[in-house]
């Protein structure tokens, strides 16, 4: 593994059993990422790009292959370790926001670092920090109903963000708002790229995925690198 | 691991998902508040129930025996020589014979003949604390032809109209009387439980006078005192010795009851009852356990997504499930908080309705708070493990 490399995906088959016998959703995965690197995975619904986005996220295993994160290997752990896993690695950003609705946006991102076990001086800090960071700072007592939809996923983001996790995972992050807010979303995650972080983003539109830095396309459980001539 | 945060933050949430399912959460509730509401309103009002009649078997005398003797056909009552007999009884301190009937007293010319007439002599007095001013009766007063009374309030009131009586005369059944002594109001047992409204009052005199005025030669009832050291049921054996002697083991010619046999029966056929009641109240605490784990089974396939998402934040498996088994605590534990205060209303109610006394169990509340934090976790213990167990993929993308 390079110095710069992350992720590292090696031959990843993930095998569903089904009532009638097995289903194999990916079929020999290879991925690599680098440090600092704004992916975008492309594919359209059915092509396995969830399946791989809970392996990436620690939140499922492969059924053979290789998977390293942050230089540790992640196999059949227990879902405990994979929970301690995810919290310290891995921030996600999902398309309906997921935010808790009866507990303020300050709350919302306090989770992880409650999970984190962090105290809690530090954690009100590093809220504030957080929110601040996406400019809504002056909302940290909003209830998420209170949020615009384009607020709602800055606050996720704000909390993906708390625990300073190695690569921030979006599942379709633009999917549930206007064109015109998505943008400003997708602008944040250049600014939030532009500062270092490691950003995987999966979606099914090319044009969203046209503002990452690297495209590699998914179709039927199988990968390939490139850009979106190749359409 | 388990982590004060994680404590306080489920704590909190627990009461926020009352909060916002206030009718919900009161019906589930509601099995564990009338389960304590009963366990603790009945064991209080038996306690008080209880504490007020052993207290006033007391009043009548522990280290007292009631001889009632009837007789035979053959000799009825007791003679002065059998009265020394029973005297000298081994485990015997004293005896005070006793007699009652009904008359009339006469002052001026008002006539009042609903008077109760009690006749006791002067050890009576040394064992039952009953005057409230004047002077109990000597031994003079006992053979004396000077006949004096002590006589309690309703008849100071009804005949003399006034509580003024000390040095009063009066004629009881034609016989002249003067009273020297006033009696205390009668607290005791007994009295409760007779209505003595429409009566004109007691009158007190020597026992030998009621003999005669109503044409008996022996007494029949007799309070024997028990000596110290003596058990109860000593001194009751050897009586009962004598008395078989005095009547030749005739069937039925004599009874006596053992104060303190009565009040430790008492005692053990409440705590009896005390636990049986617990034993069915308990019932409806199983009852509310099943609704406390329904609910909280609804409330995590509710939260399915809640969940789905806090491990992908990363809550370990066993954070989720003692959030849920907090939450499943603070409910039953209100609902016994409830329950608690509920049944001591109950009780307060009940025993001012029924004039016993209010006696709060302090046993009785611990168990009831013990038994209702013993139900959150008995019945929260299995949607919480559920909770725990859900595969985080599924439980995000469920709606």
């Keep these: 593994m390079s110095d710069n490399e992350i992720l590292r995906m090696k031959g990843i088959i993930k095998d569903y059993v089904l009532g009638s016998g097995t289903s194999r959703v990916l079929k020999g995965i290879d991925l690599t990422v680098d440090r600092g690197e704004f992916l975008a995975i492309l594919g359209p619904s059915g092509s396995g790009k969830s399946t791989l986005m809970n392996i990436i996220g620690c939140l499922d295993v492969p059924t053979e292959g290789e998977y390293y994160l942050s230089g540790k290997k992640i196999a059949d752990q227990d879902e405990a370790s994979l929970a301690q896993i995810r919290n310290k690695e891995v921030g996600f950003i999902f398309q309906q926001f997921q935010l808790l609705q009866r507990q303020t946006a300050f709350e919302n991102v306090e989770l992880p670092l409650i999970y984190a076990n962090m105290p809690e001086k530090q954690r009100r800090e590093r809220v504030r920090e957080m929110l601040e960071k996406v400019q809504l700072g002056d909302k940290m007592e909003y209830f998420p109903n209170q949020l615009s939809g384009g607020q709602q996923q800055r606050v996720a983001i704000a909390r993906a963000l708390a625990a300073n996790p190695t690569i921030l995972l979006a599942d379709e992050p633009t999917g549930a708002l206007d064109q015109k807010t998505g943008a400003q979303i997708i602008e944040l995650f250049h600014q939030l790229n532009e500062e270092g972080r490691t950003i995987i983003m999966i979606t099914h539109d090319r044009h969203i995925a046209e503002h990452a830095s690297r495209i590699v396309r998914i179709l039927d459980g199988e990968l390939s690198e490139g850009d979106l001539t190749d359409a | ?399």
């Design chain 2, 1 to 399: 691991m388990l982590n004060l945060s994680v404590v306080k933050q489920s704590f909190r949430m627990s009461l926020q998902n009352i909060k916002a399912n206030k009718l919900r959460s009161f019906l589930t509730m509601l099995g564990i508040v009338i389960g304590v509401a009963s366990v603790i309103g009945l064991v209080t009002m038996v306690k008080g129930a209880t504490d007020s009649v052993i207290g006033k078997l007391s009043d009548l005398g522990a280290g007292t025996l009631n001889v009632n003797a009837v007789g035979t056909a053959l000799k009825q009552g007791l003679s002065e020589s059998d009265l020394d007999r029973l005297r000298g009884t081994e485990g015997v301190s004293g005896i005070a014979p006793t007699a009652s009937m009904n008359g009339a007293a006469s002052l001026g010319n008002e006539v009042y003949d609903k008077v109760s007439i009690s006749g006791y002599d002067v050890v009576y007095f040394e064992h039952n604390d009953i005057l409230d001013r004047g002077r109990i009766f000597n031994n003079d007063d006992m053979n004396g032809d000077v006949k004096v009374c002590i006589v309690d309030a309703d008849f100071a009131k009804n005949v003399f109209k006034t509580p003024d009586v000390l040095g009063r005369q009066f004629k009881l059944n034609g016989y002249e009387y003067i009273v020297v002594g006033v009696r205390k109001d009668d607290e005791s047992l007994f009295s409760a439980m007779y209505d003595t409204s429409d009566r004109d009052g007691t009158v007190i005199v020597p026992y030998k006078n009621v003999l005669r005025m109503s044409g008996k030669q022996n007494v029949s009832s007799v309070e024997v005192y028990i000596a110290e050291g003596y058990e109860s049921t000593t001194a009751e054996d050897n009586l009962r010795s004598v008395l078989d002697g005095i009547y030749n083991d005739a069937d039925n010619s004599y009874s006596i009851i053992n104060m303190e046999s009565l009040m430790d029966t008492m005692s053990t056929v409440t705590d009896m009852m005390t636990a049986m009641l617990a034993g069915i109240a308990s019932i409806a605490l199983v009852v509310g356990g099943i609704g406390i784990m329904n609910m909280m089974l609804v409330s995590v396939s509710e939260r399915t997504k809640e969940i789905g998402l806090r491990k992908a934040l990363g809550a370990e498996p066993v954070r989720i499930q003692m959030q849920f088994l907090i939450e499943s605590i603070v409910l039953s534990m209100i609902g016994g908080i409830i329950g608690i205060g509920l049944g001591l209303l109950i009780a307060f109610v009940g025993a001012i309705l029924m004039k016993i006394d209010f006696r709060i169990s302090y046993s009785a509340i611990a168990l009831g708070t013990g038994f209702s934090a013993a139900v959150g976790i008995i019945f929260g213990w299995m949607p919480a493990k559920r909770a725990s167990q859900l595969n985080p993929i599924d439980a995000l993308r469920s709606e």
